[in-house]
C-alpha cells in the first residue's frame, strides 16, 4: 500500500468533516434553554407601558393569583419553613395591594361618570385592602415565630391604622403588639357591628406598600 497516497485523502477526508459541522454548528446553537426569569413578577402599578393581562386565572396580578400565595403560605407554615412563608406572603401582600390601587384608580375615574361602575370597583378596592392587611397580619405572626419582632411591629402597626382598632383584625394586631411589649395600655372595647362595617379597610394605608419593613 502505498503511505503516500493515503494521506492526502486522509487530510480530504478530514476536512471535509470539518466543513460539514460548521454548517451544522449554527443551527445548534439557537437551541436554548428555559431562562429562569420568565417566571411571572408582581406588575408595577406605576409603569403605564405594562399591559400584561390581569383577568385570567393563572395570572400573579389576580384575586386567583394572591390568593393562591396564600394557600403556598399556609402550606410553608405547617412545614414550618418560615422563610419561604414570608416570601409567598410579602409577595400576596404586594398583589393584593397593586389589586386595590387599581381598583381605587377606576372608581376615581369613574365617579361622576357613571356611579355604578364607580361604586364596583369601590368594592373591589375595599375587599383586595382587606385581603392585603389579612396577608399583612399573617406575615407579622411568621415574623415572630422567626424571632424578628423589629419586622413584625411595623407591619402590626400599620394593620391597626388602615384597619381601625374596633374591628377584628386591627384588635388581633393590637394584641400582637401588646404580646410584644411594644404598647402597655389594653384595649378591650368590642365595637359594635356599625362600627365595623363604617371602618373598612383603606385602599391608600400605609399598608399598602407592598415592602417588607
Avoid: C
Avoid at 428555559?34 to 413578577?41: A, E, I, L, T, W
Avoid at 393569583?65 to 405547617?78: C, D, P
Avoid at 409577595?91 to 375615574?109: H, I
Avoid at 400582637?176 to 402597655?184: I, M, S, T
Amino acid at each position: 500500500m502505498n503511505l503516500s497516497a493515503t494521506l492526502p485523502i486522509f487530510r480530504f477526508t478530514s476536512l471535509a468533516v470539518i466543513a460539514i459541522l460548521s454548517f451544522l454548528s449554527p443551527v445548534n446553537a439557537q437551541v436554548q434553554l428555559p431562562s429562569s426569569s420568565s417566571q411571572p413578577q408582581p406588575i408595577d402599578p406605576n409603569d403605564p407601558n405594562n399591559l400584561r393581562p390581569t383577568g385570567q386565572n393563572n395570572s400573579l396580578l389576580s384575586l386567583e393569583g394572591g390568593q393562591r400565595l396564600m394557600t403556598e403560605a399556609s402550606n410553608a407554615v405547617s412545614s414550618q419553613n418560615y422563610d419561604v412563608a414570608a416570601k409567598k406572603l410579602q409577595e400576596a401582600r404586594a398583589v393584593f395591594n397593586q389589586l386595590s390601587n387599581f381598583y381605587q384608580d377606576l372608581n376615581s375615574s369613574f365617579s361622576g361618570i357613571d356611579n355604578r361602575v364607580a361604586d364596583a370597583q369601590r368594592k373591589k378596592a375595599l375587599d383586595t385592602a382587606q385581603m392585603r392587611d389579612e396577608a399583612t397580619y399573617q406575615l407579622a405572626l411568621v415574623h415572630r415565630a422567626q424571632n424578628k419582632p423589629e419586622l413584625a411591629v411595623p407591619l402590626l402597626v400599620q394593620i391597626v391604622k388602615s384597619q381601625n382598632p374596633t374591628r377584628d383584625l386591627g384588635k388581633k394586631a393590637y394584641q400582637q403588639l401588646l404580646e410584644l411589649g411594644f404598647v402597655d395600655a389594653p384595649f378591650s372595647r368590642g365595637g359594635s357591628s356599625t362600627s365595623s362595617s363604617s371602618s373598612p379597610a383603606s385602599p391608600a394605608s400605609p399598608a399598602s406598600s407592598g415592602k417588607k419593613k
